[in-house]
């Protein structure tokens, strides 16, 4: 690693996550962790293979491919693929042992299809949609057929049913509510012994919602603690070096546009980070970083590769210091929600967005 800027990854704050969710679940419910999109930008397989020795029951990716990678690198544990697939991922997915999401008879037939094509059990979970509108089986009658379509296919067997919660993080829980009475009344219409989970990160302190499982993610990468009485901790710090520090006088300008004047002398760094790395060109002249554990704002535009920041008030900065742009330095701290408040959006793309030129660095 030649460029010192860094994604720092603490598999050992994700295991204590882990625990700590745990104690909040209870002894007689499952815990799915989701590690899909990359583990939220996290690192599929080392998390995957954080969550299996944390004691995680199931995994969930989003798309066939996550699952088939993970099985290819040797974890074992049940992975649910979260989002419908096509007959080819049906195929792939039921020749490594992935366990998908159905809602249609036509998923019915390509699970049919893929478990005679393989000479394995296709096994799945039916997902019902009580009120995100996204995807999902809607009606009873849409249950009736997709159950009819089911009873008989060769090598199919249903073994778990879901929902997903549209306004999960809402004080206000009406419209949650009234899913939950949705989803209760559409799990009369199904065969006993199912997998039941309907709670997500969000939902996981109501224990109404936790049923036989409960599908973690954000808040095992240390987010959404603000509704847990377990404490938990964000898992990843985001570094970048210094690679210049000049100063300039009043009136002078700083990067593209010409969109920012000093009005009065500023010492600025230039960091190894930009757009390219995945931090937003939208945080220019919002954004803070800290150097010597100081907040320290951008200044002008971000560039592709690199940004520059006010550090005067930073005391003594030096090319090859390190700037944090995500996470602790000192007593100070800024952690994705405050970054994704900067940027109008949520913890999970700024946790995202990182991209895969910044390297991870797995810690225990």
Not at 263 to 268: A, F, T
Not at 299 to 321: E, F, K
């Amino acid at each position: 690693m030649y460029r010192r800027t860094f994604a720092r990854v603490d598999l050992g704050a994700y295991a204590a996550n882990v625990g700590a969710v745990r104690r909040m679940m209870g002894p007689d419910v499952k815990l799915l962790a989701v590690v899909k999109a990359s583990a939220y930008g996290h690192g599929l397989l080392p998390v995957a293979r954080a969550a299996e020795k944390a004691g995680a029951d199931w995994l969930g990716v989003a798309i066939t491919e996550e699952g088939e990678f993970l099985r290819e690198a040797g974890i074992r544990l049940p992975i649910l693929v979260l989002a419908p697939v096509n007959a080819a991922g049906a195929l792939a997915a039921v020749r490594c042992g992935l366990t998908l999401s159905v809602f249609t008879p036509d998923h019915i037939q390509a699970l049919q299809a893929a478990a005679i094509a393989s000479g394995l059990e296709a096994r799945a979970h039916v997902k019902l949609d009580t009120g995100m509108n996204r995807v999902g089986v809607k009606t009873e009658q849409e249950l009736v057929a997709l159950l009819e379509a089911a009873n008989p296919a060769r090598g199919v067997k249903i073994t778990g049913a879901f929902t997903h919660f549209a306004d999960g993080g809402n004080p206000d829980t009406r419209f949650n509510d009234g899913q939950l009475a949705r989803f209760g009344d559409m799990l009369t219409l199904l065969p006993p012994g199912l997998l039941i989970h309907a709670a997500a990160s969000a939902t996981l302190p109501r224990p109404e919602a936790r049923f036989d499982m409960v599908r973690a993610g954000i808040s095992l990468f240390g987010y959404l603690s603000v509704a847990y009485s377990e404490a938990i901790r964000p898992v990843l710090t985001w570094e970048a070096e210094i690679t210049h520090v000049k100063d300039i006088g009043t009136g002078e300008a700083v990067g593209y546009g010409v969109t920012y004047r000093a009005k009065r002398p500023v010492k600025v760094a230039t960091i190894a980070v930009g757009y390219g790395d995945g931090y937003s060109r939208c945080l220019s002249g919002k954004g803070q970083v800290l150097v010597n554990g100081r907040r320290c704002p951008i200044i002008g535009r971000l560039c592709m590769d690199q940004m520059m920041v006010d550090v005067s008030g930073a005391g003594p900065v030096y090319t090859g210091d390190n700037a944090v742009l995500l996470g602790q330095q000192g007593e100070e701290h800024i952690l994705a929600d405050e970054i994704a408040g900067w940027m109008g959006t949520i913890s999970y793309e700024v946790l995202l967005a990182i991209s895969q030129r910044v390297p991870r660095i797995y810690v225990e």
